[in-house]
């Protein structure tokens, strides 16, 4: 799964100071190692998330491995997908009405 995005935060933050503290790289490669970091942060976002990212959010992140392994095995459901989904189609996978919604409202947290 990709990095924690409280990292992901941190890097945007420190974007600054690795430009300030670039050790004499020209601006043209420090460009490309901003945009090499952007596109990774990118790619982690949720909905780039695959159905094994999803799953393994689902498993260790919310502790719901039933949903997990549901999902899976519905299969098509990756993070672009969890998105769109609402309460009643996490409860249709095995979620209870209450971890549904905290699957929802996580999911729009991590938008």
């Known amino acids: 799964m990709c990095d924690d995005s409280s990292k992901h935060k941190a890097t945007a933050v420190s974007l600054t100071s690795m430009y300030d503290d670039r050790d004499g790289i020209g601006l043209g490669d420090f460009q490309k190692q901003l945009e090499a970091k952007l596109k990774e942060i990118h790619d ?15 498993r260790d992140v919310m502790k719901l491995g039933d949903v997990a392994d549901a999902a899976l095995a519905e299969g098509e459901i990756d993070g672009a997908a969890a998105l769109e989904m609402i309460r009643d189609d996490w409860i249709e996978l095995g979620a209870s009405g209450v971890k549904a919604a905290k699957i929802v409202s996580q999911l729009k947290k991590l938008v």
């Not at 909905?47 to 094994?52: A, T, V």
């Open 44 to 58: 982690c976002a949720v909905h780039n998330w695959s159905e094994q990212q999803l799953a393994v959010w689902l």
